[in-house]
């Protein structure tokens, strides 16, 4: 089965980085819409940034200027740099991955931004 797993999560200061990474399997990675979304508690999941095939990239105006979402189709692998974090990026991070109706999920990973 289709599997989307989310590594690089974890507690950093107020002004640190982190980088996430999404390993896709069972899919042909080229071919999919990859995104990065978040969920804080008690908000709605949103979108942070995503990635065409073609490379074309969106980004969340909150995160604009300081995340960079890149992909590595050699390695079926999608990457989120986050720098100059804030305590409001504090979130689960979830990895998509979209292609007509098909639609994946990773299963999550915490980043907390706290002093």
């Known amino acids: 089965q289709v599997q989307l797993v989310e590594s690089g999560g974890g507690l950093v200061q107020p002004g640190g980085s982190l980088k996430l990474s999404c390993a896709a399997s069972?899919?042909?990675?080229?071919?999919?819409?990859m995104g990065w979304y978040r969920q804080a508690p008690g908000k709605e999941r949103e979108l942070v940034a995503g990635?065409?095939?073609?490379?074309?990239?969106n980004y969340a105006d909150s995160v604009k200027g300081r995340f960079t979402i890149s992909r590595g189709n050699a390695k079926n692998t999608v990457y989120l740099q986050m720098n100059s974090l804030k305590p409001e990026d504090t979130a689960v991070y979830y990895c998509?991955?979209?292609?007509?109706?098909?639609?994946?999920w990773g299963q999550g990973t915490q980043v907390t931004v706290s002093s």
């Open positions: 998509n991955a979209k292609n007509g109706a098909r639609i994946y």
């Open positions: 990635i065409t095939v073609g490379d074309t990239i």
């Open positions: 069972r899919i042909i990675f080229s071919l999919y819409y």
